[in-house]
């Protein structure tokens, strides 16, 4: 069952505590530490190679007061509902008991004792920086103040771009395919150094970022613009790069999702992807960012649930195979680093075995760290009385909880782990980070299609400008939406430019409605959005064209719309429709920005998908 003792830690923790790491905390952390026959009188050894021993040392001796049940918890990350782990609002207590059988984040530690947290913004986590801060704190404290109380991994997807779980006032970068456009490692490290800066600073220690897959696949639903791009050698580069950015401010980086989910059709989330490289593929494209992420110094790896007969011919998901986390991941990569599953809530893995399964499963295919599965009481106990029927021993949690214990002692979060506002306000969204930001994606918009000299446009003589097109809702924490903000960003730039959201699949009345308000403009910027040969979003643009108005296309999400747009002589990728983006976007296309991106991925041709339109590397510029 659960622990739900209620004693008291005998180890006193002071109250004012920061980031910097505060006396309390400290003191109270090296009384933990010091347990253990021998280590206390050993701890005066000066010498580096004695000192890494002993701290492993400290770190097992931990592992050896914890209870089987305490060692089932410090195995799982879990969602939690609410902006405080003490005292959510009424909704997210009710969202909490039907989910998890728990009120808050606290109640939730001291049942399952739990090692980590992931942070959603849908579970109204991160509302604010500040508020982000004190949850931070009050779930550490929650898990700091239980018997044998351990430092907990804080983690949330915060890749930039279109997959974002803490929003402005924080600083957002462009995305991973745009930072492929730019194709620099320095801005690729810079991202991470600041990102996880800010992180850190709110409380969050681990980040499941950077995305690792080569993205190979146009019509993969799921990676797409997450990946740096189709080229294995640069997404390896900029892979290593932004991870030493991240291990550079004390974040733990995450490379995922392995062994590879850039050749899919299938979305892991609602479905079972196959992938069908060869091996002889794999170690040329899939496995060739992984290696440099381990080469690097990378601190977890999040695993994927994809089957990939080549690597496995079981049938079952990565996340739940030891050929692959074992066999190749361990044994023939050299990795004995933290493993985290992608979330055992999606269909990928839950298509082959049950709930209770998975957990069990994935720990003897090589897991450390287990994920939101969809009940934490099903897999808890699962776990539980696996080890308790021989089916798993204590030694093998052991071994996981070992690398948990190395990462958080790595991490520093054993010398202080609590939060302060003035950390906040120093660190989150500040002037110079936010300008980087700007900077950086400016070197990232591509210019994809450029007839008659079409861009920039001219503020002079063109200086009315309608913004038409796709509306997708905004990636988390940006302004949006994407019409208002290109809008917004033109009229900055010297243009009356006016926004009129069309959507993805607009109507013909809604095209009628466009057309029409394109008489009264000097030339029309249209925002697509994964445009198919189908899609209404190719009519708009045809109709526009028809007019003989001068029009931009400008694809806000995936670069391979220009296929589709035969007629436009002016197109641009800016790769995700965050402000930041679009803002770049914006001044490329007034002509204050030269654009300078170069495709990170080839747009095949609509009509003949075996050949290329434009290669890899492709991008004009004025």
């Not at 974040?251 to 590879?260: I, L, S």
């Not at 808890?380 to 696996?386: G, K, P, R, S």
């Amino acid at each position: 069952m659960p622990d739900t003792s209620t004693g008291s830690d005998t180890s006193k923790r002071g109250t004012g505590n920061t980031g910097g790491g505060g006396g309390g905390a400290r003191l109270s952390r090296r009384t933990v530490l010091a347990a253990g026959a021998g280590i206390t009188a050993a701890l005066t050894v000066p010498t580096t190679a004695r000192a890494a021993t002993l701290d492993e040392r400290r770190l097992k001796a931990l592992i050896s007061r914890m209870s089987l049940q305490e060692k089932v918890g410090q195995l799982f990350v879990m969602r939690v509902y609410g902006a405080s782990a003490t005292a959510p609002d009424q909704a997210d207590i009710d969202a909490n008991l039907s989910e998890l059988g728990v009120r808050t984040a606290a109640e939730l530690i001291q049942k399952y004792r739990v090692g980590g947290i992931i942070y959603f913004t849908w579970a109204h986590n991160t509302q604010n920086p500040h508020q982000i801060a004190e949850l931070s704190n009050g779930i550490q404290k929650a898990s700091l103040d239980r018997p044998r109380g351990l430092p907990m991994l804080i983690a949330t997807d915060q890749e930039h771009g279109a997959v974002c779980r803490v929003g402005e006032p924080a600083t957002l970068f462009p995305g991973a395919m745009a930072i492929g456009a730019g194709g620099s490692t320095a801005d690729a490290r810079t991202l991470g150094r600041i990102s996880g800066t800010e992180l850190r600073a709110l409380g969050i220690n681990q980040d499941y970022s950077p995305d690792a897959d080569v993205n190979v696949n146009p019509a993969n639903p799921v990676i797409g613009v997450r990946s740096f791009g189709a080229d294995p050698a640069a997404v390896a580069e900029l892979v290593a790069a932004e991870v030493k950015g991240y291990q550079s401010a004390r974040v733990a980086a995450t490379a995922k999702h392995f062994p590879g989910h850039g050749d899919t059709a299938v979305d892991s989330h609602y479905g079972f992807p196959v992938i069908t490289h060869s091996r002889e593929l794999w170690e040329k494209l899939d496995a060739v960012p992984f290696r440099s992420a381990i080469a690097a110094g990378i601190d977890s790896i999040m695993t994927a649930h994809i089957e990939f007969p080549a690597l496995d011919d079981s049938g079952d998901p990565a996340t739940l195979s030891e050929p692959i986390l074992t066999g190749i991941l361990r044994g023939e990569l050299g990795y004995d680093g933290v493993v985290i599953t992608d979330s055992l809530g999606m269909e990928g893995v839950r298509t082959k075995y049950g709930d209770d399964r998975v957990p069990v499963l994935a720990l003897k295919a090589g897991v450390d760290q287990l994920l939101n599965p969809p009940s934490i009481d099903t897999a808890w106990n699962a776990v539980l009385t696996a080890v308790q029927d021989g089916e798993l021993t204590e030694a093998r949690l052991d071994e996981s909880i070992l690398r948990i214990l190395r990462l958080k002692s790595r991490l520093g979060l054993f010398d202080g782990v609590l939060v302060d506002r003035k950390g906040v306000d120093h660190a989150v969204g500040t002037k110079s980070h936010l300008a980087t930001a700007d900077r950086i994606a400016e070197r990232t918009t591509t210019l994809l299609v450029n007839e008659g000299g079409t861009l920039p446009l001219n503020r002079h003589t063109q200086p009315r400008l309608l913004v038409v097109g796709a509306d997708p809702d905004s990636p988390s924490g940006t302004t949006g939406p994407p019409t208002g903000v290109l809008a917004a960003a033109l009229t900055e730039a010297g243009f009356t430019a006016t926004a009129l959201p069309t959507g993805t699949s607009p109507s013909a009345a809604t095209i009628d409605q466009a057309v029409a308000a394109a008489q009264d403009a000097d030339a029309v910027v249209v925002g697509t959005y994964n445009v198919s040969a189908s899609s209404s979003q190719r009519t708009l643009v045809d109709r526009l064209l028809a007019t003989g108005k001068p029009v931009v296309a400008l694809a806000v999400r995936n670069p391979y719309d220009v296929a589709q747009l035969p007629g436009v002589r002016a197109c641009l990728a800016s790769y995700c429709w965050t402000d930041v983006e679009l803002r770049a976007a914006a001044k490329v296309i007034a002509g204050r920005v030269k654009p300078r991106g170069k495709l990170p991925v080839p747009v095949q041709r609509a009509d003949d998908p075996t050949k290329v339109l434009y290669p890899i590397g492709h991008g004009l510029t004025y």
